[in-house]
Each structure stands twice: as structure tokens, then as C-alpha cells.
């Protein structure tokens, strides 16, 4: 145990966890991103509200919920012990510097994990706090849809005036009635707000070059390389996680606030 104990202590140690951290973070922005698209369907929020509840109240979905807060707050905290202990270890920067935007993001993980710690904590407290109601004190509604069962068309989308709700689908006759939070309100209020889309694609952007060397450095500090898989690991961290998922997340607040 004293082993185990003194290699997580160790430098190399806490990049390992802080790889398998990151890998886990990483097939969660996928399945978040997954969930977000349904934002941009035009059914007043009913996909969307249902993908909502469904996150918080399915029970091996609330299990990886944990996991997940404990590895952002893991990887938090080894991010920063790693950059303090590099700074003390080379206090005097290199006098010549690579243009090249991964060298760049190698170099500045500290800085784009802030951005992105900052943004988590204001994105979880304006959505999943709130949402949640913790404090008694929640700004989310609810609202009722009604869709006719033969045609898959919606018939309604009413808000709900202030009372005690719980989240229900049933039927009368051909119609289905929905009956749930409307956190998608919550967004479109939130998204309406200049400022608030402007550090939404800011944070996006710091995941773009966070993950252009995270993604690829993870399977480095593993060990996992190969002359015939590196490329496509690379392909992937690029193009996919660099490229596609901060675009797609930050599509949704310009979006709203242009379109909606």
C-alpha cells in the first residue's frame, strides 16, 4: 500500500491519473454534447427537457454523475500541483518559443484548465445547481406538451403556472402529455445574454487547445503509441475533440442568441 501510495505521490504518478482522468472527461463531452444537439430541434425544449431528466434521475447515471465531479476535482487539483511543481522546477522561461499552436497549448495547460474550471463551476451553478434546487430557491419551471400519437407532431407546449410538479408521461387517448422542468428556458434565458454567449465560445475555444494536447498527451503518459495507431490517435484528438465538440458546443449559445 505504501507503494501504491508513494507512485500516485509521485510526479509520474499524478500524470497517470490525470491521463485517465482526462479519457474519462473526454467520453463524457461526448455523451454531454449528444444530449445538447436536442437543443437545436424545434419542439419548444421537449427532447431536450427529457434528456434533462433523464440525466439526473437514472441511477447508474447519477453513479457516473460522481465519478465525474470527482474527476474534474482530481484532475483539478494534480493540474495544479503538476504546474506549480514545473514553475519551481524552471523558473526562467526558454528563451527561444515554438509559433506552433500545439507547442502553445502544451505550454499553457495551466492557463486553459483555469478557463475551463472557471466555466464548469459558473455552468453547473447557472444549470445543474439550479436545476437541482438545492437552496429552494430554483428559477426553472415547468411545462406541459401534449403530441398527437398518430402523427408524432406536438400540439402544445404550455408553461405551467407556480406550483408542486413532479415529471410524468402519460396518455389520453392518441395523445401523449409530457409534464416536466423546463431547463430549456433556463438556457434560452441564459443564452440571450451577450456576455454570458462570449465566455461560452471563450471556454469553448480553451477546450479546443486544452484537448489538442490533452487527448493526445494522455496516451502518451500511458504508454500507449504505436507507429501504426499515433496517427490515428492524433487524427482523433485534432479533428474530433479540438475541432468538432468545442464547435458543436459552442453552435448552441450563437444559436440561441441569433436565432431564438
Known sequence: MSEFKQTLNSSLGKKLVMAL???FLCTFIIVHLSGNLSLFKHDNGQAFNAYAHF??????IKVVSYLLYLSIAVHSVYALV??????????????????????WSSKNMGLLGSVLLLFIVIHMKDFWFNYHDFAGNST??????KTDLTTGKQISAIDLPAGEYEYAVYTEGTTEVMIAKDLNKTV????????YVAFYVLAMIAVSFHLLHGFQSAFQTLGWTHRKYTPVVQFIGTWFFAVIIPIGFALMPVVYFFCR
Not at 503538476?82 to 507547442?103: C, D, E, F, W
Open 82 to 103: 503538476l504546474t506549480v511543481k514545473n514553475r519551481k522546477a524552471r523558473p526562467i522561461a526558454y528563451a527561444s518559443q515554438s509559433k506552433s499552436p500545439a507547442s
Open 188 to 195: 434560452e434565458i441564459a443564452f440571450k445574454q451577450w456576455w
Open 21 to 23: 482522468t482526462g479519457l
Open 140 to 145: 426553472v419551471t415547468y411545462k406541459e406538451y
Open 55 to 60: 440525466m439526473t434521475h437514472f441511477p447508474p
